[in-house]
């Protein structure tokens, strides 16, 4: 089982949907937490990783950033 962070902070999509289809590629169960700070990558992952599989989890944090973590 692994537990991963991505920090896409700061990065335009795809760039953050595509590190998460890289992290999330040989993975079979585990956690992936991803860091951004657009609603746009935001939904985008988890579209992506509903499709992919992935239950995404999203929350908006404190300093206006996103989390959205995908378990399986």
């Known amino acids: 089982m692994e ?3 991505i920090d896409a902070r ?4 795809p760039q953050p ?3 998460t289809r890289q992290a999330i590629g040989g993975l079979t169960t585990g956690t992936v937490e991803i860091l951004v ?8 992952i988890s579209r992506f990783a509903k499709t ?7 929350e908006a944090t ?3 950033d996103y ?6």
């Open 37 to 44: 700070d657009s609603v746009t990558s935001c939904e985008n």
């Open 62 to 64: 404190p300093t206006g």
């Open 10 to 13: 700061g990065l335009s999509c």
């Open 17 to 19: 949907v595509l590190m």
């Open 67 to 72: 989390r959205v973590v995908l378990e399986r």
């Open 52 to 58: 992919s599989g992935w239950n995404p989890i999203t």
């Open 3 to 5: 537990n991963l962070t």
